[in-house]
C-alpha cells in the first residue's frame, strides 16, 4: 500500500470553470476526509465520510463545492464556477475506526490555481 | 465550534539548542492533539501525539506535554539539527479519527 494518493498534483483553470479532484485512501481506512490548505496557513477542514457517509460539511464550504465517495473506497471533490480564492492546495487524508487509534494520514494534496 | 491558536509563527535556533510550541485549544470535548510537520511543497506528516489521558509522551528527540486543565498543550524538540527545519501544526480532535482543527503552524529554522 502507497498511501493515500491524490490526482492531479496540480490543476490549473479559469475562472468559472469547474474541476474535479479525486483521492485514494489507504484500501483499509473508513474514514476519508478533505482539507483545505492556503499560503502559511494550516490546513482546515471541509468534509468527511465514514465508508460512503458523508458525516459532516464545514459551514465555510459554499454550494459550489460537493464531495462524494460513491462506494466508500475513493472520493471526489467538486469545485463548480470556480473563483480566484479557490486557489489552493486541496488535502485528502484517510483512516480507519476499526484499527485502534489510528491517526489520519495525508496525501500529497492537489494544487488548484485559478486565473 | 473548536479554535487552535499556536506560538511562534516563527522560530529560529541554533542547531543544538531546543525548540519549543505553544498551543491553546477552546473546545473541552478535544481529547486529541498530533503534531504534524510540513515541509515545504510536502504533505503534513505526523511526528507524534498525545491523548488527554496522558500528561506527557517523548519519542527521542521530541516531547510533548499536555494541560488538559489549561487547554494547553507544547512541542519540544531537543538537540535540533537542520533536517528540522520545516513548518509545525498543532492541532485537536475528539478522537483520532474525527475532524482535525490545525493552528495556524510555527515555521521553525535551524540554523547549521
Known amino acids: 500500500d502507497t498511501g493515500v494518493s491524490q490526482d492531479p498534483r496540480h490543476k490549473i483553470t479559469k475562472r468559472g470553470q469547474n474541476v474535479t479532484f479525486r483521492c485514494d485512501p489507504i484500501s483499509e481506512h473508513n474514514r476519508l476526509y478533505w482539507y483545505r490548505q492556503t499560503l502559511g496557513q494550516g490546513p482546515e477542514f471541509l468534509t468527511y465520510?465514514?465508508?460512503?457517509?458523508?458525516?459532516?460539511k464545514s459551514r465555510l464550504l459554499s454550494d459550489r463545492f460537493s464531495a462524494e465517495r460513491p462506494k466508500g473506497s475513493f472520493s471526489t471533490l467538486e469545485i463548480q464556477r470556480t473563483e480566484q480564492g479557490d486557489s489552493a492546495m486541496y488535502l485528502c487524508a484517510s483512516s480507519s475506526t476499526n484499527a485502534g487509534n489510528q491517526p489520519q494520514h495525508f496525501g500529497d494534496g492537489t494544487r488548484l490555481s485559478i486565473l | 465550534g473548536e479554535n487552535v491558536e499556536q506560538h511562534p509563527s516563527t522560530l529560529s535556533v541554533q542547531e543544538g539548542d531546543s525548540a519549543v510550541i505553544k498551543c491553546t485549544y477552546s473546545d473541552s470535548a478535544s481529547n486529541y492533539f498530533p503534531w504534524y510537520k510540513q515541509e515545504l511543497g510536502k504533505r503534513p506528516q505526523l511526528i507524534i501525539d498525545?491523548?488527554?489521558?496522558?500528561g506527557e509522551k517523548k519519542d527521542q528527540r521530541i516531547a510533548v506535554t499536555l494541560n488538559k486543565t489549561a487547554k494547553h498543550f507544547s512541542l519540544h524538540i531537543t538537540e535540533t539539527q537542520p533536517e528540522d527545519s520545516a513548518v509545525y501544526f498543532c492541532?485537536?480532535?475528539?478522537?483520532?479519527?474525527?475532524?482535525?482543527?490545525f493552528g495556524p503552524g510555527t515555521s521553525l529554522s535551524v540554523i547549521p
Open positions: 498525545i491523548r488527554s489521558n496522558v
Open positions: 465520510f465514514q465508508n460512503e457517509a458523508q458525516l459532516e
Open positions: 492541532a485537536a480532535s475528539e478522537t483520532s479519527y474525527d475532524k482535525v482543527i
